[in-house]
């Protein structure tokens, strides 16, 4: 057969199999990876995070320019990449990230970049994280793992932990503002961040590395690599992690498995698989309010010991979950002008998170089903007793989360003479998700529950159904097509014009308390439930080289997210105004130079936010609903540097400035008189968005010993929307340092040994803000509703800098 048949034909099978997995709706298995392009000049979403330059046209892919040369540049020790997008966007290298403390998640990677704020509750990268970018919210960002999206299908939260080993990570990208227009986001109002996983090894071996730390912390670290076995090549990772927590009682404990295989058929011509599975059962840590802290102190958390009833004692607050990912990566050259990417997937993940709950009370009715109430044995004393309110016994509450996810993105890149490029192409997925809250028994004596992933042993109504305090099913079908035009009349000029086309079809069922007749909250809900959402978004940029060391750029683009399942379902079923889709003009305007020993890039932004969903209470119902802010104006100015002073010593620094300041006065739904209640916010700046961020890091590398030191800052920032508390500013230091030693042996290779130490100056602080419906922290003001009363308050509650920690690495390869 002839190879661009062969092509042709594997191309049709990628589409066969995506659409075959789309059919069964997650029964079977499409496969989440990534892939290299084998050939040198266009990037794939597997080969690398940074796919900006997917559609250049022949003209840039052969200037003898700085594009070019950055393959000989190491700018900041990894922390800067040589960039030719007419918008924002920075790359971590994998120079960097090979130094970063072992097990770092990608939310930990990212906060050197121009624009994150980003902090962890763990240093290990066991405890997820937080970050925005420019004010946006991680939910209103989109993630995607070797090209395929790993955002909750639902709500559009991220779960770092749950998604790779940092030995595996080739490189990460940060796209600031304006997202390409064929990535796969239906909820990034703001920007995206990509990585991809390190193609596999042309030789075998096996890849060992044992950590051990602060706290217990220990992790193992192995990688299989085959090596070449014909035109074939592989990778295949296990890590077992785990810590004490640092605060409280408890354990992080995470297992991974990953790998990765490249099939290069010829020169033109790939296929690449990737996996990403991840088990993990975590003790949660416990957010802080500015009150606790001053009452408790710094190390305050869920409590560790166990008085009968307590609901926080501590191993009633669990997560856990698993999941994994499978994807496919197919490059295919179709004639000398056309290419074809693509990239099937398919994801599934099962778990969530447990608390204790005290209100249960045992009763001697045995014929209605009243919520609160159940006719059983809990608090495991022999018998059913009844008082007023009948006695109250502990149970454990679990909200868990299965989601089914296939989907499939393909596009075509295609030169239509020497100075213009095209690329288009659609994306399609059709994800369903069930979502509960159900309550199981837990001891009376010990406080433990009978099972932590809350699927058995049932607190029931009489009639046999689960108690449930909410039982959700999301059907979400994804439609969308791009387009993207390329033109470079000279060597000096670039410009891009894309428009894609997003269409969100959100159907299925909510109900609260379902089952209860009666009791502290009667059962409602609907089982015909639908939304639909559509946009055409477009993006324009257009950049300016005078020479091969400077370019001047300007970036225009709207993005467009669908409201969350739960603001379409929960706004329905409480008779809730619908939210709008949230949507945004990200605009960028800088200016990058490179050369061999100085490169810099400044900015400038704006963005005109629209329809920023939030959460709130429905003051009837007391369930959970979703409100807005109609509009929302983030701009500043971001520069970052890189300075090599000698060869081996280098300087990277980077200061971000952000006013998100909030023009709308917030609707927080209507009262119990049924009057709407506005919080004055118009003026105020956003919540949990500190003005001013720098990052600063010295670092050498010279022969087989290295070694950084980096400081980060943060300013101060409110903790609710209407700037009532403010916490304080902080600035930590770390340090990383490794030695590589000379072979041992022929079979023992490159061995080595890595310590980092993070926050050196042992500093404690408040770092994000994580209680989105704190509209109010403080009400001295004597802010009024409509009907004369005060305005309700509610506390926010924060993440915590963990104290100093210290971690050891010894890793070699064998055979």
């Not at 003051?619 to 509009?631: H, K, M």
Request: contains cysteine; charged residues 15%.
């Amino acid at each position: 057969m002839k190879r661009n048949h062969l092509s042709m034909a594997i191309a049709v099978v990628f589409c066969m199999a995506a659409g075959t997995a789309v059919a069964q709706d997650a029964a079977s298995q499409s496969q989440p990876a990534a892939n290299k392009d084998t050939t040198q000049q266009r990037t794939s979403v597997s080969s690398t995070s940074n796919t900006t330059t997917s559609n250049d046209t022949k003209r840039v892919q052969e200037l003898n320019t700085v594009t070019v040369q950055a393959q000989s540049l190491s700018l900041g020790g990894g922390l800067m990449s040589v960039q030719t997008a007419p918008k924002a966007v920075s790359t971590i290298s994998r120079d960097a990230i090979v130094k970063a403390p072992p097990g770092s998640n990608f939310t930990q990677m990212v906060s050197s970049i121009p624009g994150v704020n980003a902090s962890t509750d763990d240093v290990t990268g066991l405890s997820d994280g937080n970050y925005s970018i420019r004010g946006f919210n991680s939910s209103e960002i989109g993630v995607t793992v070797n090209g395929a999206p790993i955002t909750d299908t639902g709500s559009y939260a991220v779960y770092a932990t749950e998604y790779g080993d940092s030995e595996n990570y080739g490189d990460i990208t940060v796209l600031q503002g304006i997202p390409d227009v064929d990535m796969p986001d239906s909820g990034a109002a703001g920007g995206h961040i990509a990585w991809a996983t390190i193609d596999p090894s042309h030789k075998a071996g096996v890849d060992i590395t044992q950590s051990l730390g602060s706290h217990d912390y220990r992790r193992t670290f192995v990688r299989l690599n085959t090596g070449d076995t014909g035109p074939v090549r592989s990778w295949l990772s296990y890590s077992d992690n785990s810590v004490d927590k640092w605060r409280g009682a408890g354990d992080l404990n995470v297992t991974k498995v990953e790998g990765k295989s490249l099939w290069t058929i010829d020169s033109n011509n790939s296929i690449s698989a990737s996996l990403q599975y991840n088990r993990e059962v975590r003790n949660g840590y416990y957010g802080l309010s500015k009150s606790d802290l001053a009452k408790h102190g710094y190390f305050y958390d869920y409590d560790t010991t166990y008085t009968p009833g307590d609901s926080q004692y501590y191993q009633l607050h669990n997560n856990p979950f698993r999941n994994y990912m499978f994807s496919l990566d197919g490059e295919f050259k179709l004639t000398d002008s056309l290419r074809l990417s693509v990239v099937p997937y398919f994801q599934y993940g099962d778990g969530g998170g447990g608390t204790g709950n005290s209100f249960f009370a045992e009763t001697t009715n045995s014929t209605q089903n009243l919520y609160e109430s159940a006719h059983q044995d809990l608090n495991q004393d022999g018998a059913i007793v009844t008082g007023p309110n009948g006695k109250k016994a502990l149970v454990y509450g679990f909200s868990s989360s299965t989601t089914y996810r296939p989907g499939v993105i393909a596009k075509f890149n295609q030169d239509l003479s020497m100075d213009n490029s095209l690329e288009y192409g659609f994306w399609y997925e059709r994800a369903r998700q069930q979502q509960n809250d159900k309550f199981s028994m837990a001891s009376w004596a010990t406080g433990v529950p009978n099972d932590i992933w809350g699927s058995s042993n049932y607190v029931l109504y009489p009639d046999g159904q689960v108690q449930n305090a909410y039982e959700e099913y999301t059907v979400t079908e994804v439609k969308k097509g791009f387009i993207t035009d390329t033109w470079t009349p000279n060597d000096q000029w670039l410009l891009t014009a894309g428009l894609a086309y997003l269409h969100v079809d959100r159907s299925g069922f909510a109900f609260e308390n379902p089952g209860s007749t009666g009791g502290f909250a009667k059962g409602f809900g609907n089982d015909d439930l639908n939304g639909t959402y559509h946009k055409f978004t477009p993006a324009v940029g257009v950049k300016f080289s005078p020479n091969e060391n400077s370019q001047i750029y300007y970036g225009i683009g709207e993005t467009y997210r669908a409201p969350p399942n739960g603001a379409v379902f929960l706004n329905q079923i409480t008779g809730t105004a619908a939210n709008k889709p949230e949507s945004a003009w990200n605009n960028d305007l800088g200016y990058r130079y490179y050369n061999d020993r100085f490169s810099t890039n400044v900015m400038l932004y704006h963005s005109n936010f629209n329809n920023k969903t939030i959460s709130a209470k429905d003051q009837v119902t007391g369930e959970p609903v979703y409100t807005q802010i109609a509009r929302v104006k983030q701009q500043g100015f971001a520069a970052e540097a890189s300075f090599n002073i000698t060869e081996a010593w280098k300087v990277y620094g980077q200061y971000t400035y952000t006013d998100a300041t909030v023009e709308s006065d917030l609707n927080a739904g209507k009262n119990k008189a049924g009057m709407y209640v506005y919080y004055p916010t118009d003026g105020k700046q956003l919540f949990n968005t500190p003005r001013n961020i720098a990052y600063l890091q010295l670092s050498y590398d010279h022969g087989p010993l290295w070694a950084s030191i980096y400081g980060n800052y943060h300013s101060s920032m409110y903790g609710d929307f209407m700037n009532t508390e403010r916490v304080g500013g902080y600035t930590t230091f770390g340090f990383n340092a490794g030695y590589r030693f000379s072979d041992f042996a022929s079979w023992f290779r490159q061995p080595y040994i890595k310590l980092n130490v993070s926050n050196i100056g042992d500093r404690h602080a408040l770092t994000s803000a994580n209680n989105a419906s704190a509209f109010l922290a403080n009400n001295s003001a004597g802010y009024l509703g409509p009907d004369g009363k005060p305005l309700a308050t509610a506390s926010p509650y924060y993440s915590l800098l963990e104290p100093r920690t210290f971690m050891v690495t010894v890793g070699a390869s064998f055979f």
